[in-house]
Each structure stands twice: as C-alpha cells, then as structure tokens.
C-alpha cells in the first residue's frame, strides 16, 4: 500500500468513527437503581456513588436469635470467643460488621469490592449500610463514605475479613492514594472462631453451613457467592440493575448472620452443658480453647463430656491424658492410660505413656517393661498387617526396653547385695 492509498483509508475511518460517534452512549441507570434497590445517591468532593439503607429492630429474630442479645455477651465470653484475652474490653456498641461482594474471589491487585456492606447498632435498631459502585469511576466517592462512616467505630467484626475483606480494602485505599480507616484495634473474625469451635462436627464452616446446622436459617432468593462476580460484570455490560437484587440480599444476610453467630457462640462458651448450642464433638473442641485460655476446670468436664462421642474420643482420652500429666495429676492419668490400653483407643500412646510414668515416677521396671513390651508386639503386627516397616517406632520402643531392663538388673544386682550384707 501506497502513501496515497493509506491517506484514503484513514480518511475513510476517520468518516466511519465520526458517524459511530453519533450514536448515543448507553448512562448510567441512576433511576433504574434507586427504584428498584431502593437506593439514594450520595455526593463526596471524589464524586458520587449509591448507598442502601436498612433498617432492623434490636428485637429483629434471625436464624432464631433477637439480634439485641448481642448486648448480653461479657467481655470474659468475648475473649474466649477470640481465643484472645484483649478482647475482654470488647464493646459490640463499638463495633462495626463488614462484608464486601467483589469482582473475583482471589484477591490481588486487580480485584475490586463493588458493594460494602456494614451493621452497626445506633439506638434501638441495626442499620445497613451497603455502598454501591455502578461503575470503576466511583470507587473513590464510595471509599470516602464507607471512611467517614468507619472512624465513628473502634473495632470490626467479620467472617474471614482478616484474610480477605480488610486486606482487600487496604489495597483500594492505597490504590486510590487514600488514608486507610480499616486498621482497627480489634478485629473480631468469626471464621476463625467456627474453626475452632465446630471444625470437628461440621464438614464445612462456611457461612451457609453455620446458618443451616446451627440457627436453623435457610435463604429464600440468594445467589450463590462464586456467581456474584460474573453477575456484577454482566450488569457492568447490560446496565439491567434486576440481576444485583440477590447480591444486596446476599451481603444484607451475611451481615445479620454474623450478629446471630456470635450469640450462638457466646451462649456455647457461658452455658456449654445447659446449652443446646454445644453437642458431641463441640466438647472436645471446647475443651481445647478452654484448655489454652488457663481454665483448666472447664476444660477437663468438657473433656469428659467428649470421652463417649465417637468421633473424638481417642483425641479426648489423649489430651485428657496429657492434662492431668501437665498438672501432675498422675493417677488420673494413668487411670485414663489404662482404659485406653483396656478398651484399645490409641493403645500404642496408652503403653507408652504408661512406661514413661512407671518407669520414671515410680521406678516400677517391671511394669514398665511389660508396657514397652506390649507396645512392641502391637506395632509388630501392625507392620504384618499395613505391608510396610515402622522402623522408626520399633527402633524407639527397642531401645527403652533394654534400657529399662538394663535398670532392672541394675535394680535386681542391688537388691541382692543388700539382702546379702543383712544376712551377714
């Protein structure tokens, strides 16, 4: 192509374009919105953005929790519920829940949080607040309001906003060339917490698990979280807001979900044996917080409670075990030690624990070679069975026999010494 040829053919694009420019631009859908989500239009010196409002009751029930039995929670619950004794000062008048809907479930740079959603008690009710950007331009007006809303609150509850939610919004502040207002004192993350507390019961901790096995709680019209960013970029495209309806559902229900969850929570650490929160292998896994947190007298009922639940009984018995051991409660210990070599729960640590404490605290070798003894003949048919040598095990338990019987012929050689010098 010639210089004169490549003249006519930009002339002719730049003719195509100008036509092209005359066809209207598609708006922004403000009135669509505000109908339809019941949103209003906020103004900031960075711009304008949406923001819906809700209101509830303090007396609201959800997942069959009043949302103002919050307020009953001590501060010695709170820090257990935290597995952190700082929290003791925790106030929920204070706090702030936050949940975010983004544009992808990765995180990183690139990843944006389109709605904000917050619950925070004011008076007698529970106000929700979700901020809304209908499009990238007003990122920056939405995070200026959710910062002049955050600097009225001292702390953040949320589930799994430690990993997530925060760091994500820490980005966008930073992106966006903004002062951070989510670097809270406390941060108060529940998903930890059902971790903790119903890892052992519970397949999966997610939310929607927790909301079904614990309040009782099934939504009606939510859409599934993995769908909510292909359905944020669809509205990006079609500017249809009908298909963002499940979204603000979804982020409104995860925010009341939270507020019912640490009740539930709550009431299973102040009332675990009276409660009908706490069931089967809850106890183990109460017995464990408990047990870290220094109250020893809680954590061993629970304990208790969790030696006849299946499920966790060899991990009961065991930490039960090492318990009393830790506080030198040694005939407890060896009771539990020999029901479990009895009634083969976890029979190898059983014997070994066993001839650790004969052969140590009571200087009874004998027992203690019987233990070690028994020990090794249980791991010998083991390997038989699996098809594959437990060298090490073998080693171990080897090597404390013939030290063991070493101090018993030591012990037997004394013994006649001694019998000899009384004779004479």
Avoid at 240 to 267: E, G, Q
Avoid at 335 to 350: C, E, Y
């Amino acid at each position: 192509m010639n210089l004169s040829e490549k003249l006519r053919a930009y002339v002719s694009n730049k003719q195509a374009s100008d036509k092209r420019s005359d066809v209207p631009i598609k708006t922004k859908p403000y009135s669509e919105i505000s109908t339809l989500l019941g949103a209003t239009t906020v103004n900031t010196p960075l711009g304008e953005h949406f923001v819906v409002e809700k209101s509830y009751p303090g007396s609201h029930i959800h997942g069959e929790i009043e949302l103002n039995a919050i307020f009953n929670i001590s501060g010695e619950i709170v820090k257990l519920i935290a597995k952190n004794c700082a929290y003791k000062d925790f106030d929920f008048s204070r706090a702030i829940f936050i949940d975010t809907e983004t544009t992808g479930l990765a995180g990183g740079t690139g990843t944006m949080a389109f709605l904000a959603g917050v619950g925070f008690f004011e008076g007698s009710s529970f106000k929700i607040k979700q901020y809304f950007i209908s499009d990238y331009d007003e990122e920056a007006a939405a995070l200026y309001s959710l910062s002049d809303l955050l600097k009225n609150f001292d702390s953040f509850v949320s589930f799994n906003g430690k990993s997530y939610d925060i760091p994500l919004l820490s980005t966008r502040y930073m992106l966006n060339r903004m002062e951070n207002p989510v670097e809270k004192t406390f941060h108060l993350d529940l998903l930890a917490a059902a971790r903790r507390l119903y890892r052992e019961r519970l397949e999966s901790v997610s939310l929607s698990s927790l909301e079904e096995n614990l309040l009782s709680l099934r939504r009606e019209g939510d859409i599934p979280g993995y769908e909510i960013p292909s359905v944020y970029f669809r509205f990006l495209r079609d500017r249809n807001p009908n298909s963002l309806k499940p979204i603000f559902y979804h982020n409104r229900m995860d925010i009341l979900s939270m507020v019912s969850l640490t009740v539930n929570m709550a009431k299973s650490f102040k009332t675990p044996f009276d409660s009908k929160t706490c069931v089967n292998q809850d106890y183990y896994c109460l017995g464990r917080v408990f047990e870290d947190m220094g109250m020893i007298e809680q954590s061993i009922r629970c304990y208790e409670m969790a030696l006849d639940v299946p499920e966790v009984q060899e991990k009961s018995y065991r930490q039960l075990s090492l318990l009393y051991k830790r506080l030198n409660c040694w005939e407890d210990a060896e009771n539990l030690w020999i029901k479990m070599a009895k009634g083969n729960i976890d029979t190898v640590f059983a014997l070994e624990e066993l001839a650790k404490y004969y052969e140590h605290k009571l200087k009874d070798y004998g027992k203690a070679a019987l233990a070690t003894q028994r020990a090794l003949e249980i791991i010998y048919k083991k390997n038989t069975f699996i098809g594959y040598t437990l060298k090490d095990d073998i080693c171990r338990f080897k090597k404390r026999l013939e030290r063991i019987e070493s101090k018993q012929e030591k012990n037997k050689s004394l013994f006649e010494k001694v019998s000899i010098l009384n004779n004479n």
